[in-house]
């Protein structure tokens, strides 16, 4: 898919998988896609945890309640800020969902499938996350994204709603 508006509206969350891994390149991409999004100030305030060793996705199902599609997916991306870096406080959560979203649209348009996984502001998950993985005082979670070769198909539903445009005023 090369048409960006064909990528943006078919995307879908998938949550099943087969079992094929993802390569190196394909991760790479992934990222670099995460890494151009756009941040307050072009701080770039992120850090990626790439996870594709079975054991430890598994888990990450006993620390996130909407994990279970992990035991199928190839990997998970953990998108995480750093508070040292992020001078604009507060931002963090806008710059790190803007790669969020670039990771799943990156990840559509490769022909794979994914789903954004909210860790951020639930605080019990935010701490399971930062313990599971050791994380320092100043990195915080803020979404883990499944990622894996689909094993579903989601039609496109209507999601553009005229009456929720104003122009101008309200």
């Not at 990195?139 to 689909?150: E, R």
Request: with cysteine; aromatic share 8%.
């Amino acid at each position: 898919m090369e048409n960006i508006q064909e990528v943006i509206l078919t995307r879908r969350s998938i949550r099943k998988y087969i079992s094929k891994p993802i390569t190196n390149d394909q991760v790479e991409n992934l990222l670099k896609a995460a890494m151009y999004a756009p941040s307050a100030r072009n701080e770039q305030p992120w850090h990626y945890i790439v996870i594709n060793d079975r054991y430890i996705l598994d888990k990450i199902i006993e620390a996130h309640p909407y994990a279970n599609m992990l035991k199928e997916a190839a990997l998970a991306i953990i998108v995480c800020a750093d508070d040292n870096i992020e001078k604009t406080e507060g931002y963090w959560v806008q710059d790190c969902s803007a790669a969020t979203q670039n990771i799943l649209l990156a990840a559509h348009a490769m022909g794979l499938g994914s789903v954004w996984l909210g860790v951020y502001p639930r605080e019990e998950r935010i701490l399971a996350i930062k313990t599971l993985f050791k994380l320092p005082e100043n990195i915080q979670p803020l979404s883990i994204i499944a990622i894996g070769h689909p094993d579903e198909q989601k039609a496109m539903p209507e999601r553009y709603f005229k009456n929720r445009i104003h122009t101008n005023q309200w």
